[in-house]
């Protein structure tokens, strides 16, 4: 018998306010153990559906179930509960500025679990070692260059061994060799820990090579999904729009706007 | 009347309504944050260590500030209230005026105004900015909860360190006002302090001295701890936060003044 998704999100819709909404019946499922992109340009959405998913915000109408329960309605205790078995990685990492790299590991483990300090102390260089900087323990994130801080906080995300790894755009603003440590260190981490992870993202190529299957989004819904070798093969428009970084096409160059004309009185002239 | 005029006028009272209106909300929702954080203090509490960071945050590192002023401040009222009483033939109550006029007043009060621009700016722009950088999301996530975490130590941080600065402002301002009554002016040594000794009560002095300080303490760090956690997380959200924490905090301490000596020290003084 197939598992059940891992995250299954049903017609939501999300807004900030009532008069323009930022996701409009959006579905998405999320296999145990996959690695799935969420991709669309920016302002499309897809940060906003990764916090969904998250729980840091509720939608106004469907349902957003993840791990197994349905994440409206949920008591606070219940949520961190949940919150527990997830890793989050930001976009620009997080890192507590006043703590050292060794100790932003160690944080969720301090805060979630009794351990002796010897324990602990493995465990945070074995999380080191897995994203290659067990040697800059002692450093302060402001020693650090944005890959390798990037990194500390996917140690740190993974530091309770979560089921479900979050990213959000983990690849901006990284130099190539940076980029392909993240980009591997996506893979193998997901597939060692038995994990599942969601990589939102504009780095369309990139992200390609490291998915199993990707969610193209545009103005609030999914446009267009697949796996990535149907993607690169798409004739839809939206698609090659996005892969080829065409300036017009299915999705507008411009914001929604009143009239042009009306906004510059021409009208009234 | 005109139109435009009943018009304009209409938009000028709602503007003025809802400014009035937002201000409650505001104040409804500080309170609320209040709350929270007081049930939510447990973990500030048992894990006393963070709190006890707080305390050197947001007291020790304001020593310098605090003892300087009070000896300043202490050594200015040395020179105004010799010159007024030994008008009268009273220099030797100097001592009585130095001490009552810091113990229930100038120390809780100037203490307060400098515990709000050295430390409670500096925890509004620490709040604020680690909103900012996403680390309080970042904590949420793996979670924690960050009013648990990060607002409740300091807010008992700056309660806690609060009074002690006051009262080592009133210390350094008697201090201060020896040294330039006694050893700078000659009033006698014996007369200064006796008559200091003699005037100042503990309870109706120094205990209501000690209630002010304590009641700007919790006024000032949850001003403080407020404007962190609601700024704007945004450069100049965290710069305006910062500086409504100053100004509302003064205007707090000042307010709040006013109605602590007015319930103190008139009931039971009055004729």
Redesign the interface.
Known sequence: MQQSPIVEIDRISFGYDAARPVLREVSVSIPRGSVVGIMGQSGCGKTTLLRII?A?YLPSAGTATVLGRATSGLE?DD???M??K???L???G????DLSVYENVA??LR??ARLPEDMLRDLVMMKLQAVGLRGAADLMPTELSGGMARRV?LA?SIA?DPQLILYDEPFTGLDPISFGVIVRLIRSLNDSLGATSVIVTHDVQEALGVVDYVYFMAAGRVIAQGRPDEVRKSSEPFVDQFVNGRPDGPVPFHYPAPDYGADLELAAA | MNLPMVAALRSRLEALGSTFTSAIWRLGFASRFLGYLVIHSGTALRRFRLTVAEIYFAGVLSLIIILVSGLFVGMVLALQGYDTLQRFGASESLGVLVALSLVRELGPVVAGLLFASRAGSAITAEIGLMKATEQISAMEMMAVDPIARVVAPRFWGGVLSMPLLAALFSAMGVFGGYLVGVQLIGVDAGAFWSQMQAAVDVRQDILNGVIKSVVFGIAVTWISVFEGYDAVPTAEGVSRATTRTVVTSSLAILALDFVLTALMFTGGNAR
């Open positions: 998250a840091a606070r949520l961190y509960a919150r527990r997830m890793g989050m930001f976009q620009f997080a890192l507590f500025t944080f969720p805060e979630h906080a740190r309770l």
